[in-house]
């Protein structure tokens, strides 16, 4: 079974008659009729799935990221990623937990409906934090809806239609609309915000030459064939041009980077003159100074990218920081360069980066109060002590509004799907007053030790033994559970659908959209050793051989007398 789903083939080829041939020559039992794999794929699946429920029914706190995604056969569906800390053992868990299939457009009324009943089917009493979605008015609409508790009582019976909502939501950003948008995604339209400015033409120019030519080669089999014969000539490993996608992070940089390290091998061939029926000329050595100054400008979103994107647990804590580095570096690169198109660029980059991103490092948002209650970051030294004051006196009153609201999780159930820092109820046995003071007295200790927890890899691991130490650590739990449990990017559900189009090949396009969700789930969710997945696959397995788990137990029983 899991060499079907897995592999790139058609369920009915197990059932063509050169394979049943192939297998009585071999004396082995033939393999299973396409219908008896889809009902095994189908019943596992359930299995599983159950189990799935049954373990986000004990969490207390959650987030989730998702995304759109249209396959070959240009059907529509929406991936759901479900993040949260364990209670119990404190440890970050990710799951892919559903792939819904959408009949209509993604509208933001469709995309809505569809993520509050998948919430509602996994959670009862658990607090959602946030929506980590992308830039899409859509999600965008979406986050403010469901956050709003639009889509909870009223999204049924709301006035606006799939397309009625004419307010604008592009100049909104997260602290606004309550969500929370990928920042590599809205780092990578910051970028692309700059080099489409006309002030900035040779950019565009020197930009535009390497795209034509690394897209001439890539589409040339004998200018591929040329290039590595050059490069194994010279001793070098082979390496193949790149082409930028405006939809891949930070795929400008990745091309510009390898056309440097390609330019020799592009010279090499000019000289051979394979390029002479071409309609553009190879940059000269002084054009390649221009574009190296603009890959060392683009370096800094790239690596703000990468470290959020690399890991797959990367908090929001971690924003911050690397946001301060990135327009650090940018403002020195400014200061350093004496080309003024460089300059021109390094500041345009470093304005449309703060216009967008900027209001992490200047309000109370939910990445600045992770990354105070992070023991790497808490001593937040690269904001103004002002700034801090405002963001511990905001953990203050969070801790306040929710410090019991786990307990009374069963009875304001409506809270389920309450935005984060939006309280609903503000019930608590300690005063405000007195929980300041405890905060204030934790956070001149918390502040002065973090410089000797740079090494701490997970903030959890710190938290796991502190929760009992003071009233105010108790306090702070509940964000903690909260916080730490949102991710930086929406490149889980990026995964998801990555796998989804392995799964949905062109041998595969008429597979029905819930044995799609199935082979998908069922492959991330075997990776994850919490869930008794092989179990699930033998039980079915004997349900299919006639075997009742009841027989064998009588079985059992009777080896154990005799």
Not at 295 to 314: A, H, N, Q, T, W
């Amino acid at each position: 079974m899991f060499w079907v789903a897995r592999s790139n083939i058609s369920f009915h080829s197990l059932e063509d008659e050169h394979l049943l041939l192939y297998h009585q020559s071999l004396s082995c039992a033939p393999p299973p009729r396409a219908k008896t794999i889809a009902a095994m794929i189908k019943s596992v699946a359930k299995a599983v799935r159950e189990q799935v429920n049954t373990y986000l029914q004990t969490m207390k706190a959650f987030s989730i990221t998702t995304d759109a995604w249209t396959d070959i056969s240009l059907r529509k569906f929406i991936g759901i990623t479900y993040h949260c800390i364990d209670p119990v053992s404190l440890e970050f868990v990710s799951l892919p937990g559903d792939m819904l299939y959408v009949p209509s457009s993604h509208t933001w009324y469709q995309i809505t409906n569809s993520l509050r009943k998948a919430i509602d089917s996994h959670f009862e009493t658990a607090l959602m934090t946030t929506v980590v979605t992308d830039n899409g008015a859509n999600f965008v609409k979406m986050s403010i809806a469901l956050l709003q508790h639009l889509g909870k009582e009223n999204i049924d019976g709301l006035a606006l239609g799939p397309n009625d909502w004419e307010e604008s939501v592009e100049n909104l950003n997260d602290f606004e609309c309550l969500g929370w948008r990928c920042v590599a995604h809205t780092m990578q339209l910051a970028v692309l915000d700059v080099l489409k400015e006309n002030a900035l033409s040779a950019v565009s120019d020197a930009i535009n030459v390497v795209r034509e030519v690394s897209v001439h080669v890539r589409r040339s089999a004998t200018l591929k064939a040329k290039l590595r014969d050059v490069q194994k000539r010279a001793g070098r490993s082979i390496k193949v041009p790149l082409a930028d996608c405006p939809t891949r992070w930070s795929t400008i940089f990745y091309m510009l980077q390898r056309f440097d390290q390609l330019y020799v091998d592009y010279r090499n061939l000019a000289l051979l003159g394979l390029f002479d029926d071409a309609e553009f000329v190879i940059p000269s050595a002084t054009d390649m100074i221009f574009i190296r100054d603009i890959i060392d400008c683009l370096r800094p979103s790239e690596k703000f990218i990468r470290r959020l994107e690399g890991d797959k647990y990367v908090t929001i804590s971690h924003v911050p920081i690397l946001l301060h580095d990135c327009i650090t570096t940018l403002e020195g690169i400014i200061d350093g360069i004496e080309v003024q198109g460089m300059v021109d660029l390094a500041k345009a980059l470093s304005k449309s980066i703060k216009q967008r991103l900027g209001f992490i490092l200047e309000v109370p948002n939910l990445a600045l109060c992770a990354a105070a209650l992070d023991p790497r970051y808490g001593h937040l030294s690269f904001i103004s002590r002002r700034l801090r004051d405002a963001v511990w006196d905001t953990l203050a009153q969070w801790a306040f509004d929710y410090s019991d609201v786990f307990e009374k999780a069963e009875e304001e159930q409506a809270s389920s799907t309450t935005s984060f820092p939006i309280p609903r109820h503000a019930n608590s046995n300690v005063s405000l007053q007195r929980l300041q003071e405890e905060l204030n007295s934790f956070r001149s200790m918390f502040e002065n030790s973090s410089d000797k927890m740079e090494e701490i890899a997970c903030p959890l691991v710190y938290w796991k033994y502190c929760f009992d130490y003071s009233l105010a650590c108790r306090c702070l739990k509940p964000l903690v559970l909260c916080l730490f449990c949102i991710p930086a990017t929406s490149a889980s559900s990026e995964r998801m659908f990555s796998k989804a189009g392995q799964v949905i090949s062109k041998r595969r396009a008429r597979m029905q959209p819930e044995m799609a969700e199935d082979l998908v789930l069922i492959s991330e969710w075997s990776k994850q050793p919490k869930f008794k997945f092989n179990e699930c696959l033998d039980r079915v397995v004997r349900m299919e051989n006639g075997i009742d788990d009841d027989d064998e137990d009588v079985d059992a029983d009777s080896d154990d007398e005799a």
